[in-house]
């Protein structure tokens, strides 16, 4: 008995995490009875507990002191002796439920879930009604989307336990994962008929508004073929009118409400419903005028459900060309004299008497949106802009140069059902065409012109302005030059701002951006940091330093800028992965890759691949607690957000320079020994003296690294100087054993790429970029089967895509070199399907076609151009340098896509031309972007 108290012990003090107590009573335990395989495995699992306790960061001393294991002790060989210890417990009672138990917790704690459910199940056939052992196992398979599973295991919880409240909910829960929202229903509907009508869950409070709303998205998800889904709106749109009563959360009873009502076609509902909305306060938010102008114009299902998942200052009027008709109904209703098409007055609400300009006077949407509803070639739009840029001129409003350009709508053909949508105009070449920025020139012009003279605005002569009013419309001239890629112009006039106000932080920010688009980065970082030192509190402005220091390649300096907004007792670099602070660690991968530290850049790309890794483990927290809270919308809306974890831009961002790297070192294995010491003795004085202050640098980076990011900057010694009391008081931080990245310099790197690859074209299938780089790795695999697929996936994104076009004919050499054939089969398909990428053509005759287009099509897209003459000296030699030169330099890159980078693939292959092409086009570069000296 005493020994059987003492194993409770253990127990309790490892689930009361005092480890060391625990391991006291369990070596207690073994000096009795050493082969005990339950206390063998609980004092591993401790043991284990302890490690993981001081391997992570920003352990309490008040954990430390319970764990009893000091921060220098070998972690990895505790963890050894751990996992043997579970081992060898395992095997003196593999009956026993407990060791099989343990045995999954070991390896969930290693993040090995598909080991620990084996271990469950082994668990449960000795012990089937173990209620811990099951919601363990409930856990990891939820964590793993293993559905059927967590539906069958969640089953068996509650018909051991059917008087707990969560385990009906889970189960219900479970049902609707695995996609039948009816029987989910039904099991809500058998947990409410088991309480009593007094019960508090029929009461109005959180909890209950939250189940009540999570029914309700159940039943709009109850839908059937035949019906296109609108029986299930029908009963969801009922049943949210019954629950009215007990819901807290009235603006997503109403949201929801809207919704349902517009797919239902319930238009003039709708419309009171948008209504009650606007008068809640939520005249703000456009997804409510996007609804709203729905409902005004009987739009149909589909395009109410696109209008609903737009973003930001979106609505109808940006999302497609509006009718004359149209137009006049929604101006009606924004205007100050709403009437409705019956020449009466709308009595569905109050609000549309006098238009919601009117009603709503103050809110800054309601009039930005009437101008979204003017045609922008009318008078009148001509008159609201120009009220609408004077008062946020005087306002003095930085973002209004943005703000303006959400105007340059362009019309565009979808080339699957042929409608027609509004795309916003980027490129400098459609903006300079287009008829918004023309008059926005004009007006700002007259601006400058009147302001200059006389203080006044060109048609208010007797209101005189402020100085201040001059110099926000000179900023404003300067961003209209940024957007039509002006650069000198826009530098000149900024100057003007910063010689006027020189302590205005925003003027500098712009200069910045100036210098970097047209060239000169160096002076773009000088720039902006004089702008940071103004104001050292501004975290923004701070940020944006960093970010263009690291463009400029001063990495040293943009780590002492970041590292005045971190905490001071740790390291700046292994601050900024602590807060997962990953547009600055890609910036610096980017900086790492131009310099070809290649090692040093894979390691932060790998940082920030490790963050999203933590942001997948990080939902094992909820799964539990979200469902006791009841918040079951949210978690459903968590794991849709988990399951498109991996399409995330800044991932696939990481992802995609991570494959480019291990490329590149397939294609130059000598790449990857870069660290090996060089030979001294085949180099010059002067040559040996330089590569031994080179390898000393980087010896003593890797000796002195720490953080994750492993780089010893200047940030780091300005935290840790003069900190020696803080340095040990601080919390401990992980050192990085491999700050070079030698180790994933080492690895098989066709292997490495084939893995992201195969990521990123499974969660991001609609990004041009995740199959050109599936094509990449395919092709070195000698997969050519699956180079093709990609081919055709990038052909069904856009056909007219440069790097499709380069791939196609990189496969189409590669197939004729080839000197092992594919399965005939293989053969088939493949001869079938890339003459259709071909449209039927010879490899010379399918580029002489695209030669042709370009010289048909005069705003052909600069990098367009540099792979058709790419592909002409591939396919006809040197004798086509001239005419492959030509179709660069004709277009006197008066072409979208020109920047910085495009222009120096657009030198480097010019020099590889030879005759002077180099010249010429350095010349056609200076002329665009003034201030590139290093193209």
Request: aromatic share 6%; proline share 3%.
């Amino acid at each position: 008995k005493k020994e059987s108290d003492l194993f409770k012990n253990v127990v309790k003090f490892y689930e009361s995490k005092q480890y060391k107590k625990g391991l006291k009573n369990a070596d207690t335990i073994l000096k009795r009875f050493p082969n005990h395989g339950e206390t063998l495995c609980m004092k591993g699992l401790i043991m284990n507990q302890m490690a993981n306790l001081n391997n992570v960061i920003g352990v309490s001393d008040h954990d430390k002191k319970a764990s009893g294991v000091d921060g220098g002790a070998h972690i990895e060989d505790k963890k050894k002796e751990a996992v043997e210890l579970v081992k060898k417990g395992l095997m003196m009672d593999m009956r026993s439920h407990v060791c099989w138990h343990v045995y999954g917790l070991l390896h969930r704690s290693s993040q090995d879930y598909a080991e620990a459910i084996k271990a469950y199940k082994q668990a449960l056939r000795i012990d089937s009604e173990n209620l811990q052992i099951l919601r363990d196992m409930g856990l990891l398979q939820i964590q793993m989307r293993d559905l059927a599973g967590f539906r069958d295991t969640r089953l068996r919880i509650l018909e051991l336990r059917p008087n707990s409240k969560v385990h009906w909910l889970s189960y219900a829960l479970s049902v609707h994962v695995n996609g039948d929202a009816v029987a989910a229903v039904v099991v809500l509907d058998n947990y409410m008929a088991t309480l009593e009508k007094d019960s508090v869950e029929f009461q109005r409070n959180f909890e209950t508004s939250e189940l009540a709303l999570y029914k309700n998205r159940l039943l709009s998800e109850t839908t059937l073929q035949e019906d296109g889904g609108v029986e299930g709106i029908k009963k969801a749109l009922i049943h949210l009118d019954e629950i009215h009563s007990v819901v807290v959360d009235h603006t997503g009873w109403f949201s929801t409400r809207l919704s349902y009502q517009l797919q239902l076609g319930q238009f003039e509902s709708a419309k009171e419903t948008a209504f009650a909305l606007l008068e809640r306060g939520s005249t703000e938010e456009y997804r409510v005028h996007g609804s709203l102008m729905c409902a005004l114009l009987k739009c149909d299902r589909d395009t109410c459900r696109e209008v609903e998942k737009m973003r930001g200052t979106g609505t109808l009027a940006t999302l497609r060309p509006l009718s004359d008709e149209e137009r006049t109904i929604l101006l009606n209703a924004y205007g100050t004299d709403a009437i409705a098409e019956n020449g009466e007055e709308d009595g569905s609400d109050q609000v549309m008497k006098d238009g919601l300009a009117k009603t709503f006077p103050k809110s800054a949407a309601i009039k930005r949106i009437y101008l979204t509803l003017l045609p922008p070639t009318g008078e009148e739009f001509k008159v609201a802009i120009d009220k609408y840029c004077q008062r946020q001129i005087i306002k003095g409003v930085p973002s209004l140069g943005s703000d303006l350009s959400s105007f340059y709508l362009m019309e565009v053909k979808r080339p699957n059902n042929g409608e027609t949508r509004n795309v916003l105009a980027k490129d400098p070449l459609n903006v300079k065409t287009h008829s918004v920025y023309r008059l926005l020139v004009d007006l700002v012009d007259s601006y400058v012109t009147s302001l200059s003279s006389n203080s006044t605005f060109p048609n208010d002569s007797a209101t005189e302005h402020a100085p201040s009013a001059l110099l926000w419309a000179w900023y404003l001239r300067s961003i209209l030059h940024e957007q039509a890629a002006e650069y000198s112009e826009g530098i000149s006039l900024i100057n003007k701002c910063i010689e006027h106000t020189p302590t205005a932080v925003d003027f500098y920010e712009l200069k910045s951006r100036l210098l970097e688009a047209g060239g000169d980065i160096q002076q773009a970082a000088d720039v902006i940091n004089a702008g940071r030192d103004l104001d050292h509190q501004d975290r923004y402005i701070n940020n944006q330093a960093t970010k263009t220091l690291l463009r400029a390649g001063r990495e040293e300096e943009a780590a002492k800028t970041i590292s005045l907004f971190t905490r001071h007792e740790a390291p700046a670099e292994q601050n900024l992965y602590d807060m997962q602070c990953t547009w600055y660690e890609l910036e610096l991968a980017d900086c790492w890759r131009r310099k070809g530290e290649l090692g040093r850049s894979l390691r932060k790309y790998m940082a920030v691949v490790k963050h999203y890794q933590d942001f997948h483990e990080d939902q094992f927290d909820f799964h539990m607690y979200c469902i006791r809270k009841v918040t079951l919308r949210s978690y459903c809306d968590l794991l849709k957000f988990e399951d498109e974890l991996w399409g995330l831009p800044h991932y696939g961002r990481a992802a995609e320079e991570v494959i480019k790297i291990h490329l590149h070192l397939v294609d130059n294995p000598d790449k990857a020994q870069d660290d090996e010491e060089p030979d001294y003795s085949k180099m010059t004085s002067a040559e040996r003296k330089k590569a031994k202050n080179i390898a000393r640098k980087k010896k003593k980076a890797l000796e002195a690294g720490s953080g994750v990011g492993g780089d010893n900057s200047a940030s780091s010694k300005s935290n840790t100087a003069n900190n020696d009391e803080k340095k040990k008081k601080g919390k401990p931080h992980v050192i990085d054993v491999d700050p070079m990245g030698k180790e994933l310099l080492a690895l098989d790197h066709l292997e490495e790429a084939k893995k992201f690859s195969a990521i990123l074209v499974r969660h991001a299938p609609k990004r041009m970029s995740a199959w050109a780089l599936q094509y990449d790795v395919s092709i070195r695999r000698g997969k050519m089967l699956m180079a093709l697929q990609a081919l055709s996936k990038m052909n069904s994104i856009d056909p007219n895509d440069h790097r499709l076009f380069s791939r196609i004919i990189d496969f189409s050499q590669k197939l004729s070199s080839r000197t092992e054939k594919c399965h005939a089969a293989s053969e088939l398909v493949i001869s079938g399907e890339f003459t259709k990428l071909m449209n039927g053509k010879s490899l010379s005759d399918f580029v002489q076609m695209a030669v042709d287009s370009i010289k048909a099509d005069p705003v052909s897209s600069l990098p367009m151009r540099i792979a058709v003459a790419k592909a002409m000296i591939s396919v006809g030699g040197s004798s086509a340098a001239k005419e492959a030169s030509s179709l660069i330099l004709d277009s006197k890159l008066n072409a979208p896509c020109v920047t910085v980078e495009t222009c120096r693939e657009a030198v480097a292959f010019m020099e590889s031309l030879g005759g002077g092409n180099k010249e010429r086009m350095m010349m056609l570069i200076m002329a665009k972007l003034p201030f590139a000296k290093d193209c």
